[in-house]
Nanobody, 124 residues
Framework: QVPLVESGGGLVQAGGSLRLSCAAS????????MGWFRQAPGKEREFVATIVRSGGSTAYADSVKGRFTISRDNAKNTVYLQMNSLKPEDTAVYYC?????????????????WGRGTQVTVSS
């Protein structure tokens, strides 16, 4: 199994930026498509973004398109989520996930590996 560890969460004002990182401790990172999901208190987990294993193609939820950017560095076994123009509605625990396929998925049940999450809080 490939453990994933998120970092970079914190407290920011509306309109600010954060960059989340997710590091895989194993050597199988380059064979995984990666995704980001988030979950706010009292709400269900929702898709945020995904990236193919080579890093050349991405997809985003409509709610974050144009504001968030997913990227990866396979040499560092790390996937990133750059979040700009943050809104209070973005407040949630953010999770990274991986699956053994070229393409990612918008469905959380398609992912095999999960991190523990990192808290993002956007104040107004």
């Amino acid at each position: 199994q490939v453990p994933l560890v998120e970092s970079g969460g914190g407290l920011v004002q509306a309109g600010g930026s954060l960059r989340l990182s997710c590091a895989a401790s194993g050597l199988t990172f380059s064979s995984l498509a990666m995704g980001w999901f988030r979950q706010a208190p009292g709400k269900e987990r929702e898709f945020v973004a995904t990236i193919v294993r080579s890093g050349g193609s991405t997809a985003y939820a409509d709610s974050v398109k144009g504001r968030f950017t997913i990227s990866r560095d396979n040499a560092k076994n790390t996937v990133y989520l750059q979040m700009n123009s943050l809104k209070p509605e973005d407040t949630a625990v953010y999770y990274c996930a991986g699956r053994s396929a070229y393409y990612g998925s918008v469905y959380f049940n398609d992912y095999e590996y999960w991190g523990r999450g990192t808290q993002v809080t956007v104040s107004s």
